[in-house]
């Protein structure tokens, strides 16, 4: 049996029609075309799959995809505006955060949020906020660099 899965995705409605034991990364990916976030462990553990639902971080393959009904889901393709990438997205390029590439939407959504609740967080802040983030590459220190330097306001939107 399906049932219709209505949300908002980066701004816009969306539905869908999904299974009841589909998660929202399956949802994404396979039904909405949505490849940002990635399936790494499949079960929380990486991070790679991190999207916002009403703006707080979430595993996507340990969310059910009907739980967001009627909510605001946001990925890194939600975070350009106009073509120009948002700052954080420019700040992993410029301090060359992202290595192989794969958990660095989990990470710029993790640091999202985290900006958005404290706009001026401190080095331990910072790391724990992208905690639950694994770089496979070991691509922390930068990672962290561009996250300071966007929090130092050194990146406009």
């Known amino acids: ?23 929202l990364l399956d949802v994404l990916r396979e039904k909405l075309n949505v490849v940002s976030a990635k399936r790494g462990c499949d079960n929380g553990d990486c991070g790679a799959c991190t999207v ?11 969310t059910i995809g009907l739980t967001v009904a009627g909510k605001n889901v946001q990925t890194v393709e939600g975070l350009q505006q106009d073509g120009k990438l948002h700052p954080l997205q420019q700040a992993f390029h410029e301090h060359y955060a992202a290595q192989c590439g794969f958990c660095t939407p989990g990470m710029l959504m993790s640091a999202k949020a985290l900006l958005d609740k404290n706009p001026k967080p401190t080095r331990e802040q910072i790391v724990e906020g ?28």
Do not use: H
């Not at 983030?133 to 929090?151: F, H, K, S, T």
């Open 1 to 23: 049996m399906k049932y219709v899965l209505s949300f908002n995705l980066n701004g816009l409605p969306v539905d869908t029609l999904v299974k009841a034991t589909d998660t």
């Open 52 to 62: 916002l639902v009403n703006g707080e971080p979430v595993r996507a393959c340990l």
């Open 130 to 157: 992208i905690s639950g983030n694994l770089c496979r590459c070991g691509a922390y220190v930068e990672i962290v660099e561009a996250i300071q330097a966007v929090a130092a306001g050194k990146y406009k939107e």
